[in-house]
């Protein structure tokens, strides 16, 4: 089937007949046993997406392996775990793993552009922007775009942490129809794979038919990413309306045909901001806001903004335009949002109206705390 119109498919004939589509590989489904990288899963990857390619597809590569890759340059035992050494295995690795991908595309008469971002590129209106136009024109290009973390500069407090969640944001930064998260199992199932009597869901129409199912046991030594991060990266997609596939790099061909294999999660919603996106399910709080009653059933349930008349305490080093935890009185979190000033300026306005903070402070400060704009609730437990 040729590249369609996403609305006009259904299931998992949107990856099939998709016109623009997101793959993820995990670092574990490019290395051997002792964390090398594997030329040839790199090489039967690429075969199957320049399959795609040829059928009309646009395809968008999400790669790890950078730092998988400079683990044996370098000489390591195993992947580091410290920022420094991460960052200088991926220096080293990036290169490496981009020529492979540039011989083994290039073979099938196709170019590759190596793209690296920060989580401030996917949130940050600027930045998003330019990501997007340059994404695209690449796309328009025939170019096949590889995207990594920019893992080299990243920072504790600004990195995504694993790919699942980069590439959950990038295939709502460039329009994809599809998202397919390529690991080391196979689906997901109703107990650890390894467990007798689990079972593969072939589908789900919602994160809630799967809640409680045991998805803790770990990622691979030389990937970042469990089950755990790749069903936040799901949510992150199909509540954004982009249908995902989760299977095994071995079984891509099928899956980017529309087969049955792995397990197919469906959109759950419309598309939506990408600055709320990552507000919801990726951005790493500076610090707490505590509100009273009257401001937490304003912002829950009216869905105002947050003023500082409504606030009775704040905790944390931000800055205006970080990302803080909105808690009621008990601590529980009840939204997420970006402040409008920075936590030495909070204390002053805490339980004051806006007239007595413009009255005294001046223009500028009668301004909300937290815009709702720049405002995602967060579902509390019962």
Same mark, same amino acid.
């Given at each position: 089937m040729g590249a369609v119109s996403a609305a006009a498919l259904s299931g998992r004939d949107q990856l099939s007949g998709a016109a623009r589509v997101v793959v993820k590989i995990g670092s574990s489904?490019?290395?051997?046993?002792?964390?090398? %990288?594997?030329?040839?899963?790199?090489?039967?990857?690429?075969?199957?997406? @320049? !399959?795609?390619?040829?059928? +009309?597809?646009? *395809?968008?590569?999400?790669?790890?392996?950078?730092?998988?890759?400079?683990?044996?340059?370098?000489? %390591?035992?195993?992947?580091?775990?410290?920022?420094?050494?991460?960052?200088? @295995? !991926?220096?080293?690795?990036? +290169?490496?793993? *981009?020529?492979?991908?540039?011989r083994a595309f290039a073979a099938h008469g196709l170019t590759v552009a190596q793209v690296l971002l920060t989580a401030e590129d996917t949130w940050r209106r600027g930045q998003y922007r330019n990501a997007h136009r340059a994404l695209t024109r690449l796309l328009d290009l025939g170019v096949v775009p590889i995207i990594n973390e920019n893992d080299a500069v990243a920072t504790d407090e600004i990195r995504f942490g694993d790919?699942?969640?980069?590439?959950?944001?990038?295939?709502?930064?460039?329009h994809a129809d599809a998202l397919a998260l390529l690991t080391d199992v196979d689906a997901l199932y109703t107990g650890p794979p390894s467990r007798p009597g689990s079972q593969r869901i072939g589908e789900v129409r919602s994160l809630a038919q799967i809640e409680g199912i045991d998805v803790t046991a770990r990622g691979s030594a030389v990937g970042t990413g469990g089950m755990v991060t790749k069903l936040e990266s799901v949510a992150i997609a199909t509540q954004s309306g982009v249908p995902v596939v989760l299977t095994s790099a071995a079984r891509a061909e099928q899956a980017l045909t529309g087969q049955d294999v792995g397990t197919w999660f469906a959109a759950t919603g419309r598309r939506r901001s990408i600055r709320l996106l990552w507000l919801a399910h990726a951005a790493r709080t500076?610090?707490?806001l505590v509100l009273d009653e009257g401001a937490v059933r304003a912002v829950v349930e009216r869905r105002t903004s947050l003023l500082p008349a409504g606030v009775t305490d704040v905790e944390g080093a931000f800055e205006a335009g970080d990302p803080v935890e909105l808690v009621d009185a008990a601590g529980t979190v009840v939204a997420r949002g970006l402040v409008a000033y920075g936590a030495e300026e909070v204390p002053q306005l805490l339980g004051r109206s806006t007239g007595d903070l413009r009255a005294e402070l001046g223009p500028g400060y009668d301004r909300e705390l937290v815009h709702r704009d720049d405002l995602v609730l967060v579902r509390r437990r019962r």
């Open positions: 489904s490019l290395t051997t046993a002792d964390g090398h %990288l594997d030329p040839q899963r790199l090489t039967a990857l690429v075969d199957v997406l @320049a !399959a795609r390619r040829a059928a +009309g597809t646009q *395809v968008v590569l999400v790669s790890s392996g950078a730092i998988a890759t400079g683990i044996g340059p370098l000489g %390591l035992p195993a992947r580091p775990r410290d920022l420094a050494t991460q960052q200088a @295995a !991926a220096s080293v690795g990036q +290169g490496l793993l *981009v020529a492979h991908y540039t790919n699942d969640r980069l590439a959950a944001l990038v295939s709502h930064l460039v500076r610090g707490r």
